[in-house]
């Protein structure tokens, strides 16, 4: 078996032929690195913008939280109606009790 023998050219020639791809690949490892920067910054935009909203959010719920125990409070020291009701039966009888006696005594 006879054993082909390279030439200067031939190497040459492969040698640039592998300086180019080696050039190519640089070229998209730049770009990639471009974009994997631009991922990076967006998704730091992002945790940005969604601390803020889940800052806001939760602001907002706290102030709903006092103002529902605000609520709370006052109902707690509101009667309700159906005692209101009961209260006035009770004292229109008292006053029906207490005419009758006042025109017994007149």
């Given at each position: 078996m006879k054993e082909k023998e390279t030439t200067n050219k031939e190497?040459?020639?492969?040698?640039?032929?592998?300086?180019?791809n080696i050039d190519k690949i640089s070229t998209a490892t730049d770009g990639l690195r471009k974009g994997v920067k631009t991922i990076s910054t967006s998704l730091d935009?992002?945790?940005?913008?969604?601390k803020s909203g889940f800052e806001e959010v939760n602001?907002?719920?706290?102030?709903?939280?006092a103002g529902h125990e605000d609520i709370k409070i006052r109902l707690d020291n509101v009667a309700y109606r159906f005692e209101l009701v009961?209260?006035?039966?009770?004292?229109?009888?008292?006053?029906?009790?207490?005419l009758s006696k006042s025109k017994r005594k007149s």
């Open positions: 190497l040459a020639k492969a040698v640039n032929g592998l300086a180019k935009d992002l945790a940005r913008i969604t602001t907002r719920i706290t102030a709903l939280e009961e209260v006035q039966k009770r004292l229109k009888i008292l006053e029906e009790i207490v």
